[in-house]
Nanobody
Framework: QVQLVESGGGLVQAGGSLRLSCAASGRSFSRYAMGWFRQAPGKEREFVAA????????YYADSVKDRFTISRDNAKNTVYLQMNSLKPEDTAVYYCAAGSVTTVVQRSYDYWGQGTQVTVSS
């Protein structure tokens, strides 16, 4: 069992930056691939980024590539999402998730956090 708690969301102007954190409970964090997803109002939840267990492989949605960076610190049981050059269309609730496979597929993730709101003003 893994419990995930996101933090770092907030209100930022377009062009600004935020760093989201996702802290995981338990001592098996390094066994899980991690992903970030987001859900904007009135839209389905979508993939943002994923990182393998060791951090050696990362994947991004085209919409965030070259602006967002996913990373992890297994010693701190934490995964991060550095978001730069934010746009109003990045406004959403951001969720982190843990699973056994590094994938863009939501249903492959077994554990989810409660989400953190990111709002980008124009």
């Amino acid at each position: 069992q893994v419990q995930l708690v996101e933090s770092g969301g907030g209100l930022v102007q377009a062009g600004g930056s935020l760093r989201l954190s996702c802290a995981a409970s338990g001592r098996s964090f390094s066994r899980y691939a991690m992903g970030w997803f987001r859900q904007a109002p009135g839209k389905e939840r979508e993939f943002v980024a994923a990182i393998s267990r060791t951090g050696g492989s990362t994947y991004y949605a085209d919409s965030v590539k070259d602006r967002f960076t996913i990373s992890r610190d297994n010693a701190k049981n934490t995964v991060y999402l550095q978001m730069n050059s934010l746009k109003p269309e990045d406004t959403a609730v951001y969720y982190c998730a843990a699973g056994s496979v590094t994938t863009v597929v939501q249903r492959s993730y077994d554990y989810w956090g409660q989400g953190t709101q990111v709002t980008v003003s124009s």
